[in-house]
C-alpha cells in the first residue's frame, strides 16, 4: 500500500459524460463529512477537471518538499492532487500513454499523503490501454462505477465492471447518476435517460445499486462553481444520497477486507 493511505478506491465510468468527475469530488467529500481523513488524486491527465470543482484558482501549486515529494493542495478538508496543478490546464497533453503512466505514478507517489483513510482516484472514462497501464501500479480496494440509466452508458459500464473483475479488484457497486429529471417550474419528473438501468446492472454483476442522483441544475452549477452539493447544500437530499454512498462504500471496503489486489496483467 502507498505510504500515507489505507484504502484506495477507484472511480471509473466505461465511457465519458455520466458525471464520474461529479460523482467522485461530492462522494471524497461526503466521506470527510463522515469523519474520515480522504484524499482525492484526478488521474484524469488528458481532462483534469477536479482542482476546479474543488475552488481551486487556475495557477495552483503544490508544495515542494525536497525537489521530488510535494504536499497535497487542501481544499475543503480533503487533500487533492491532479495534474492541473503542473501544467497549463488550457493546453492540451500531446502525450503518449508511457507519458501518461509516468506522470500518474509521480502524481501518487511523490505525493505526501497525510495520514489517509480513503484517498479517491477519480480515473478516466473508458478500459484502454491508459487505464490497464494506470492499474498496474495501484493496490486498489475496491471500484466504484459511475454510468447513466441510458442503454448505451450501461453497456460501457459493464465493461468498466469486467475490467475490474478480470482483475480481481471488487466492485462496491453502481452509482447511477442523471436518474431522474425534475422540472423546476412545474416540478414534472420524467427519466429521461431511461429508468432502472443501475439496478438491472447491479443485479446482473451481483453488486449492489449505491445510489442513484437526479438529472439537476444545481449539481451542475455547484460543481462548476467550485462548491460541490456536498458543500453547498450539506442538508440537502443530494449531500445526504452521497453521505449514504460514502457510508456504503466504506462499509464495502471494510467486508472486502481493505487491503486490495495489486493490478496486473498478462498475456
Not at 480533503?78 to 502524481?107: C, E, H, K, Y
Not at 442523471?178 to 435517460?193: A, D, R, T, Y
Request: charged share 20%; aromatic share 4%.
Amino acid at each position: 500500500m502507498t505510504e500515507g493511505i489505507k484504502h484506495i478506491v477507484a472511480v471509473a465510468s466505461g465511457k465519458g459524460g455520466v458525471g464520474k468527475s461529479t460523482v467522485t469530488a461530492n462522494l471524497a467529500l461526503a466521506m470527510a463529512a463522515e469523519g474520515y481523513r480522504v484524499g482525492l488524486l484526478d488521474a484524469d491527465i488528458y481532462g483534469p477537471s477536479q482542482a476546479r470543482m474543488l475552488g481551486l484558482p487556475e495557477n495552483t501549486r503544490p508544495e515542494v518538499v525536497d525537489e521530488k515529494n510535494m504536499k497535497p493542495v487542501v481544499a475543503h478538508g480533503i487533500q487533492a492532487m491532479s495534474m492541473a496543478f503542473m501544467v497549463d490546464i488550457n493546453q492540451p497533453m500531446v502525450w503518449r500513454g508511457p507519458m501518461v503512466s509516468g506522470a500518474f505514478q509521480q502524481l501518487l507517489n511523490q505525493t505526501l499523503w497525510d495520514d489517509l483513510d480513503f484517498l479517491f482516484i477519480d480515473m478516466p472514462p473508458g478500459t484502454g490501454d491508459i487505464q490497464l497501464t494506470l492499474a498496474q501500479k495501484v493496490s486498489v480496494d475496491g471500484a466504484v462505477i459511475v454510468t447513466t440509466p441510458q442503454d448505451i452508458a450501461l453497456l460501457d459500464a459493464r465493461k468498466g465492471i469486467e475490467m475490474f473483475r478480470k482483475v480481481s479488484v471488487p466492485v462496491l457497486g453502481v452509482v447511477e447518476n442523471m436518474s431522474l429529471h425534475v422540472c423546476s417550474q412545474c416540478g414534472h419528473s420524467e427519466p429521461i435517460f431511461g429508468s432502472g438501468g443501475g439496478e438491472r446492472i447491479a443485479e446482473q454483476y451481483a453488486t449492489q445499486l449505491l445510489g442513484q442522483l437526479p438529472l439537476t441544475l444545481s449539481i451542475r452549477e455547484q460543481a462548476d462553481g467550485g462548491q460541490p452539493s456536498v458543500i453547498a447544500e450539506p442538508d440537502g437530499e443530494v449531500a445526504h444520497t452521497f453521505r449514504r454512498i460514502a457510508r456504503a462504500v466504506a462499509s464495502g471496503v471494510a467486508e472486502s477486507g481493505g487491503a486490495g489486489p495489486s493490478i496486473s496483467f498478462s498475456d
